[in-house]
T-cell receptor, first 114, second 114 residues
Framework: AQSVSQHNHHVILSEAASLELGCNYS??????LFWYVQYPGQHLQLLLK??????LVKGIKGFEAEFIKSKFSFNLRKPSVQWSDTAEYFC????????????FGQGTTLQVKP | DSGVTQTPKHLITATGQRVTLRCSPR?????VYWYQQSLDQGLQFLIQ???????AKGNILERFSAQQFPDLHSELNLSSLELGDSALYFC?????????????FGQGTRLTVV
């Protein structure tokens, strides 16, 4: 069965610090990978996605993620976080079949201190 | 604003009752997904509909059912409610039914069972 594991449940950083959130998945076939962000009181928004091609994908708001197939990982990075990045971050995986259902990780709460 | 509308935003009901959650997808989207977010289970996929037909099913309880109507809006029916059903229920929509598509999420309906 598909599963997604996010290593960090709660991360606290100061502004301008670099961010890396870990995500590992378990799935036997071709996967499509996503990072979603949920700002306080708001809906889930897509940060970035990987379907194929260049394993380093760039998303909105300066975020990027690297797909490492051999490690079953899709870690999210940002060189310099801002207070406005305070939110919950979810890694998700979809198989390559005829359904777009997403399997989510448990989420990581990021708190950025000004 | 993602374009996905969920009503109501909040719902408080008693154990044993039945409720209906409603979702209007983005204009042009044919696929609707329902997810449940709770503290202990995280974000769990419940069910997907595409153009009125069920496409995929997750760990959805038998007490829960859903449908997608000809105008593409969807309803999630929860019956014989238990305290453990208290959660945030998200609806998402996408243009296509498969994995190579981005899902847009609504604001969610917060259900509290007392």
């Amino acid at each position: 069965a598909q599963s997604v594991s996010q290593h960090n449940h709660h991360v606290i950083l100061s502004e301008a610090a670099s961010l890396e959130l870990g995500c590992n998945y378990s799935y036997g076939g071709t996967v499509n990978l996503f990072w979603y962000v949920q700002y306080p009181g708001q809906h889930l928004q897509l940060l970035l996605k990987y379907f194929s091609g260049d394993p380093l994908v760039k998303g909105i708001k300066g975020f990027e993620a690297e797909f490492i197939k051999s490690k079953f990982s899709f870690n999210l990075r940002k060189p310099s976080v801002q207070w406005s990045d305070t939110a919950e971050y979810f890694c998700a995986v979809a198989g390559s079949g005829n359904t777009g259902k997403l399997i989510f990780g448990q989420g990581t709460t990021l708190q950025v201190k000004p | 604003d993602s374009g996905v509308t969920q009503t109501p935003k909040h719902l408080i009901t008693a154990t044993g009752q039945r409720v209906t959650l409603r979702c209007s997808p983005r204009s042009g989207d044919l696929s609707v997904y329902w997810y449940q977010q709770s503290l202990d289970q995280g974000l769990q996929f419940l069910i997907q509909y595409y153009n009125g037909e069920e496409r995929a099913k997750g760990n959805i309880l038998e007490r829960f059912s859903a449908q997608q109507f000809p105008d593409l809006h969807s309803e999630l029916n929860l019956s014989s409610l238990e305290l453990g059903d208290s959660a945030l229920y998200f609806c998402a929509s996408s243009v296509a039914e498969g994995a190579y598509t981005e899902a847009f999420f609504g604001q969610g309906t917060r259900l509290t069972v007392v």
